[in-house]
């Protein structure tokens, strides 16, 4: 599997953007898709995660209520859409695949997109 993640740029303080994320090869049904993001001097952070199959969805604290995570079967595509964006939010976000099921940590995910930049301005 490919994962290829676009849509980040810069965006004033209480914007919006949204990412997308085009995975190339099969997803199965258990397969979980998420974002992690990943600041400049920081560790890679969970951000929000999908079940493939079922859609069942799962965020971190710090976005809940704030960031949305949706896929398209059909389209082999994960979205986030980024609401109330907060400076803190600035960071490279990272779509990824974890064949084993929901993980929160890094390590846990088995396939990687290249990452795209978010930058929050206040």
């Known amino acids: 599997v490919q994962l290829q993640a676009s849509g980040g740029g810069l965006v004033q303080a209480g914007g919006s953007l949204r990412l997308s994320c085009a995975a190339s090869?099969?997803?199965?049904?258990?397969?979980?898709t998420g974002w992690f993001r990943q600041a400049p001097g920081k560790e890679r952070d969970f951000v929000a995660a999908?079940?493939?199959?079922?859609?069942?969805?799962y965020y971190a604290d710090s976005v809940k209520g704030r960031f949305t995570i949706s896929r398209e079967n059909a389209k082999n595509a994960i979205y986030l859409q980024m609401n109330s964006l907060k400076p803190e939010d600035t960071a490279v976000y990272y779509c990824?695949?974890?064949?084993?099921?929901?993980?929160?940590?890094?390590?846990?995910?088995?396939?990687w997109g290249q990452g795209t930049q978010v930058t929050v301005s206040s």
């Open positions: 990824a695949l974890n064949r084993d099921g929901l993980g929160y940590a890094r390590y846990e995910y088995d396939y």
């Open positions: 090869g099969r997803i199965f049904s258990s397969y979980v």
């Open positions: 999908i079940r493939w199959g079922v859609g069942r969805t």
